[in-house]
């Protein structure tokens, strides 16, 4: 990332050097997970932080793209009542939904095993050194799960529009799973072993799915703005033209990724930091910043297309 503005040294946070020394690896190795997003998904995104159990529908649009999640019920077996689950949010929900793509396109079929690949994909993402040496203590794999009961029962809209023609797709993430809530006021999740994907949500995905270094995905797992600006990069790079770079206003910045945010000097300081760790991770990326905005060149996408196997 380029800045005209100078700034003074400073000392790496412990997230940057792990962000440094995932750069190294994506640089020199061979990939060997890939990961997808949706390209709608690259381009909006799901709340940052819990919004609260009360607020049950999420928007956002971004050009030519509109998004709309809301929050859904699922059926308690042992008081047969309906309960509310809140919207799905956070770096969990997003680095789940990848997955879950990933399984999906990998294998052809949107038939998916939670509990084995699931397991597998936490503990790539807390330290992919470790890799079967330790896994995910429970209270790692509980908040996960949270968020895939989440996103197993929200419904999902999708609008894109292209020379005047607008497709809207109306569906939900998953179409069944089995699961149902413990006694405690927690409201613990249980789980089949078995979800399907929305076969609408499938077919969509199989025409728009971005593909991501898994390893990327691992080092910024820790904030939701950060795999946003890695999937909105990955997405939009690599489709520039060449020779034509495009500039992106810093009201334009704040309306896709800090709308929650009030001050613009406040979503500034949050967006650099966030855009450094990307960088880090996506070392192809050419970014210039400056105090206008951004300005994006053509660039590599993180995953070359001799690594896509689906």
């Not at 050097?17 to 998904?41: F, P």
């Not at 971004?62 to 770096?91: M, S």
Request: glycine residues 4%; positive net charge; charged residues 25%.
């Amino acid at each position: 990332m380029k800045d005209t503005k100078d700034t003074k040294p400073r000392h790496l946070t412990l997230v940057e050097k792990r962000s440094l020394e995932n750069s190294v690896s994506i640089a020199t190795e061979t990939l060997e997970q890939i990961a997808y997003q949706h390209t709608v998904l690259c381009q909006t995104g799901m709340p940052y932080r819990n919004p609260g159990d009360e607020v049950r529908v999420w928007e956002r649009e971004q050009g030519d793209i509109a998004l709309c999640v809301e929050a859904g019920i699922t059926r308690n077996q042992e008081t047969n009542r309906w309960v509310k689950l809140g919207l799905p949010f956070g770096p969990k929900a997003r680095l789940i939904l990848a997955h879950l793509n990933a399984e999906a396109l990998r294998t052809g079929s949107p038939e998916i095993e939670v509990e084995r690949s699931l397991t597998a994909f936490v503990r790539r993402l807390q330290d992919p050194t470790k890799r079967g040496k330790s896994g995910p203590n429970g209270y790692q794999i509980r908040a996960f799960k949270e968020q895939l009961a989440r996103l197993s029962v929200a419904a999902i809209r999708m609008a894109m529009t292209a020379n005047d023609h607008t497709v809207q797709i109306n569906n939900q993430f998953v179409d069944v799973i089995e699961l149902w809530l413990t006694k405690n006021d927690s409201n613990r999740v249980r789980w089949s072993p078995i979800l399907h994907l929305n076969q609408r949500y499938f077919d969509s995905l199989q025409k728009h799915a971005v593909p991501l270094d898994e390893r990327a995905l691992a080092a910024l797992a820790h904030s939701a703005m950060a795999l946003d600006i890695y999937a909105w990069l990955a997405q939009r790079l690599h489709r520039i033209p060449h020779r034509k770079p495009q500039f992106v206003s810093w009201a334009a910045v704040k309306g896709q990724f800090g709308v929650d945010f009030g001050r613009m000097d406040h979503f500034k300081q949050k967006f650099r930091t966030a855009l450094s760790q990307v960088l880090l991770c996506y070392p192809k990326a050419k970014v210039e910043v400056n105090h206008e905005g951004l300005t994006l060149r053509h660039s590599p996408p993180p995953v070359s297309a001799r690594m896509i196997v689906v």
